[in-house]
Nanobody, 122 residues
Framework: QVQLVESGGGLVQAGGSLRLSCVAS????????LAWFRQAPGKEREFVAA????????SYTDSVKGRFTISRNNAENTVSLQMNSLKPEDTAVYYC???????????????WGQGTQVTVSS
């Protein structure tokens, strides 16, 4: 049974930082592309960042470039999202996702976590 479990969300002031983590189980981790998506209240879920099997390539949505960094540890089956210079518009539920494809920006990933809330106050 595949499981993705996120952690690290919380409340932070604008300009602050948070690090989200996602632990995967039940899949051959290094054969999966990984991504983070987010969904703000009243909005559709949107792509944030993705990383390839090896971690050698990444992709980001324009609004987070230079502020967020996605990384993975294939030995520990984890993917992380370091978020710096947070803005109130980053407030959302953040989801990690896994799929055999790589660097896909559509939200049709095979496996999803339950989400973790990130709230940025102004």
């Amino acid at each position: 049974q595949v499981q993705l479990v996120e952690s690290g969300g919380g409340l932070v002031q604008a300009g602050g930082s948070l690090r989200l983590s996602c632990v995967a189980s039940g899949l051959t981790f290094l054969r999966y592309g990984l991504a983070w998506f987010r969904q703000a209240p009243g909005k559709e879920r949107e792509f944030v960042a993705a990383i390839t099997w090896s971690g050698g390539s990444t992709s980001y949505t324009d609004s987070v470039k230079g502020r967020f960094t996605i990384s993975r540890n294939n030995a520990e089956n984890t993917v992380s999202l370091q978020m710096n210079s947070l803005k109130p518009e980053d407030t959302a539920v953040y989801y990690c996702a896994a799929d055999p494809r790589q660097l896909v920006r559509r939200d049709d990933y095979a496996w999803w976590g339950q989400g973790t809330q990130v709230t940025v106050s102004s």
